[in-house]
């Protein structure tokens, strides 16, 4: 009865959670110590960044704070806007980084070549309140822009790149590099961004749809079969081959080609550090992997042993379930996935959520009362049949 309970209970719970992280991007929740406000903001797909800003239509300014977060070492960062092509020469940037005295740079810089050390020097348009902090790991640039025309739509590209002394030094240029994939368009009015796709992108699509698929969908519809199918004698031992069915499936798709497309991509994603993710992915594939194995050295059913298995066996799949619906949410998140898949797996969920009570509450009390009936039944029929024997001796 508690063990029921605590299920239901669980993943009530967890489905409430994850509709609120659902609802909007991480850079969203961020506070800016300085207690300045924007109204839209966008987490960047690469070198863990994000940008935030207030547009004002009517002057064509736009404020913007520009985030890098993990910085544990002296580097120079940069956001610009490029009025003339969507590459990096004619970039407008701004750039800042920490002086060898400790005091914080941060100036404007035209790009006109490849070989740039990020001179100092005036934009093509005018920048004010410019001003940087570099604190608890993270450093934001702040600036004010006033664009040319009457244009909402820019170019922007950011960059972040080793420091020699005094002077920024090259950043990476490897075709794997995130360096490499940190540009695209940006509208100010409807906060929509979009970057130049490239191989990584597709395998970070395949990687999606594989966890989502498995760790999502198939992962709950085993746990669903193995709970209530089992109370129908009629579909044992039918039950236990589907439960098997869905759960090694999805530890095929998620726990191995997910899982490995995974560690292939945080191999080939230097500098781009999702850790959340990574971490519940790693206990993932550790507790799916435990499940596989306990399911072979599964005790008897007269076993001692057996109730330790079952508790470890239903904590184990509650953890999965719970973690893998929740790391789905977060990358949706790191891909930037559009509303509609957001919607829709959040459609599949509840739909699984609310099948799941309907089951729960007819094998609760639809199957005991048919079973009740049932024996109330055979009960009469055998004392009929005394009775009669009774008279006739």
């Not at 540009?183 to 130049?196: A, E, H, V």
């Not at 470890?312 to 619906?325: K, P, Q």
């Not at 998140?333 to 959520?353: E, P, V």
Request: with cysteine; glycine share 8%; charged share 10%.
């Amino acid at each position: 009865m508690a063990c029921n309970w605590i299920f239901l209970i669980t993943i009530f719970l967890a489905i409430l959670a994850l509709s609120c992280i659902a609802q909007q991007p991480p850079c969203a929740t961020y506070k800016f110590s300085n207690n300045k406000q924007f109204s839209s903001c966008s987490d960047l797909p690469v070198l863990s960044s994000s940008l935030h800003w207030n547009y004002h239509p009517s002057s064509n300014e736009v404020d913007v704070a520009f985030r890098h977060t993990g910085v544990t070492d002296r580097r120079w960062i940069a956001w610009a806007v490029n009025p003339t092509s969507g590459g990096m020469i004619g970039s407008q940037a701004i750039v800042s980084f920490p002086r060898m005295d400790g005091s914080l740079a941060v100036y404007t810089s035209p790009i006109t070549s490849y070989g740039t050390r990020l001179e100092q020097g005036n934009l093509s348009f005018p920048v004010l309140d410019l001003s940087a902090t570099n604190q608890n790991n993270e450093m934001i640039i702040y600036a004010s822009l006033k664009l040319h025309g009457n244009i909402s739509t820019v170019n922007h590209l950011w960059q972040v790149g080793p420091m020699s002394e005094n002077t920024p030094m090259m950043h990476s240029v490897a075709p794997s590099s995130p360096n490499v994939k940190s540009m695209g368009t940006l509208d100010f009015l409807s906060g929509r961004i979009t970057t130049r796709r490239s191989s990584s992108s597709t395998l970070k699509n395949i990687h999606g749809i594989l966890n989502t698929v498995s760790w999502g969908i198939l992962m709950p519809i085993g746990a669903v079969i193995a709970r209530y199918l089992k109370r129908f004698e009629s579909a044992d031992p039918l039950w236990f081959y589907l439960h098997v069915s869905c759960q090694l499936l999805a530890y095929i798709l998620g726990g191995l080609a997910g899982f490995g497309t995974g560690i292939f991509l945080g191999a080939r994603s230097h500098g781009v550090e999702h850790s959340c993710h990574k971490i519940i992915g790693i206990v993932l594939f550790c507790l799916a992997t435990a499940q596989v194995f306990g399911g072979l050295v599964r005790p008897d059913k007269d076993s001692k042993y057996r109730p330790f298995f079952n508790w470890f066996h239903f904590l184990a799949g509650c953890s999965t379930l719970i973690l893998g619906i929740f790391n789905i949410y977060k990358g949706f998140d790191i891909l930037h996935a559009a509303k509609f898949w957001r919607l829709a797996y959040s459609g599949i969920i509840l739909t699984l959520l609310l099948a799941t009570l309907l089951l729960e509450i007819c094998t609760r009390w639809c199957v005991p009362r048919t079973k009740l009936s049932l024996s109330n039944s055979v009960e009469k029929n055998t004392s009929t049949v005394i009775a009669v024997a009774s008279v006739e001796v």
